[in-house]
């Protein structure tokens, strides 16, 4: 038997809602926790991106802690998913840069997981992309 499980979602599946609608869909329909998206406000390359739920450049950090307790909704990760390791070595420092903004939140929200996509680059090889996972990935880990 499994002791501690815990039912939740990802709050992409609910991209027109606002935070507080999330955490009230996840009281209601009875779920432990959430994974809420943390992409940055505007429009969106593809579906799923795009959605903020926690706006890591503007948020209250007492305010979702205290609303997410008094409907028992624990917080089970930030989201995130661009791609740093992006052709575009501008776009590329872009999602690192916000990326580094939702590893901050996480931590002042006390939530352990930041989850995110690794990455890669399509028009290099695999053994190439490993090349520059070793070049972006050792600075953001040591950061969280």
């Known amino acids: 038997m499994v002791k501690n499980m815990k039912l939740g979602f990802v709050s992409a599946i609910l991209a027109d809602k606002i935070f507080e609608e999330v955490i009230d869909f996840a009281a209601d329909k009875h779920f432990s926790c959430v994974e809420l998206m943390c992409w940055p406000k505007g429009k969106a ?21 205290e609303y997410t307790q008094t409907r028992g909704i624990e917080i089970s990760a930030l989201g995130y998913y661009p791609n740093p390791l992006d052709g575009d070595l501008t776009k590329r420092q872009y999602y690192v840069d916000h990326l580094k903004k939702i590893i901050v939140a996480a931590s ?3 939530i352990p997981l930041v989850n995110t996509f690794i990455g890669r680059n399509h028009t290099t090889s695999v053994e190439e992309n490993f090349v520059e996972f070793q070049k972006t990935w050792p600075p953001i880990i040591a950061f969280a």
């Not at 390359?45 to 209250?60: C, F, K, M, Q, S």
């Open 45 to 65: 390359e593809r579906r799923y991106a795009g959605i903020t739920h926690v706006d890591v450049e503007n948020y209250d950090a007492a305010y979702i802690k």
């Open 108 to 110: 002042k929200l006390n």
